[in-house]
């Protein structure tokens, strides 16, 4: 039985209306640590490291990244997720593995990408690939978003395209408003730059008097980091 409170999609959506603004998702942390130190023991990660080290490990996402987004993913057990920087897939294959050990076979990871240089996806394992899940984008974040070309709403958002504090605070702002309630922004390399912090902060209000957190007018259930990897997860305030 899973010990954690909140998430499962569907339970989600049955229960937002009811919970209490102060409703605590501490107990995610719990599953989180679970799926990923699951998945870090396993077959799987062992493989991919191997796949990565054999094709070149430059610009791809760590294993202990990999495990974080792992187990965020199959803790949420979204429907639809969005990646900026899809690349040569490291990320989008443990995204694709966590729907499929959570049986989400009508999910769909988008994964965009903006260099005609490299294989995307080339990093996937070919089950994972051809599963009807990867749904890969060649083009500018920015052009699919002007043509209205992505999903709405999204479950989550993972950024990893151009790390620089302008464009990481851009795609945050834009994808935001995208997700749903209780959907997650996850972002890699939050280290790289203030930009995740900066966001999170203006997702916080406070109570003057007390100093205490304001839940009614605060736009996030809570957020954190572990390794290269932050996420916060949206709380629909309007
Ligand atoms: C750090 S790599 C992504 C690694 C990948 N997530 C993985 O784990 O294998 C960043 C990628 O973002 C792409 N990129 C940079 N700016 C972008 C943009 N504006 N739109 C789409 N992709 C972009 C780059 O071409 C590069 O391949």
């Not at 229960?15 to 998945?39: C, G, N």
């Not at 430059?58 to 803790?75: P, Q, S």
């Not at 040569?88 to 903006?114: C, P, Q």
Request: proline residues 4%; charged residues 25%.
């Amino acid at each position: 039985m899973r010990v954690f409170q909140l998430p499962q999609r569907r339970q989600l959506k049955q229960t937002t209306q009811a919970l209490s603004p102060s409703t605590s998702l501490y107990s995610m942390w719990d599953a989180v640590a679970r799926f990923a130190k699951e998945i870090r023991a396993s077959e799987f990660m062992s493989d991919m490291i191997s796949r990565r080290d054999a094709y070149g490990s430059e610009g791809v996402m760590g294993a202990l990244d990999c495990a974080t987004l792992y187990a965020l993913t199959r803790w949420l057990r979204p429907e639809v997720l969005v990646e900026s920087g899809g690349f040569i897939g490291m990320s989008s294959a443990f995204i694709l593995k966590a729907l499929a050990d959570e049986k989400l076979a009508a999910s769909k990871l988008y994964s965009i990408e903006l260099s005609e240089d490299c294989e995307q996806g080339v990093l996937i394992p070919e089950a994972l690939r051809s599963s009807g899940g990867f749904v890969p984008m060649r083009g500018r974040i920015e052009h699919f978003l002007e043509g209205n070309q992505l999903p709405q709403p999204i479950d989550i958002f993972l950024h990893d395209s151009s790390h620089s504090y302008q464009h990481m605070l851009w795609e945050f702002r834009q994808f935001w408003p995208r997700l749903r309630d209780g959907g997650l922004l996850v972002s890699h390399d939050i280290q790289m730059n203030a930009a995740f912090p900066e966001f999170v902060t203006k997702t916080y209000a406070h109570e003057k008097k007390t100093g205490r957190r304001d839940m009614q007018r605060t736009s996030h259930y809570e957020w954190g980091r572990w390794g290269y990897i932050g996420f916060a997860i949206k709380r629909q305030t309007d």
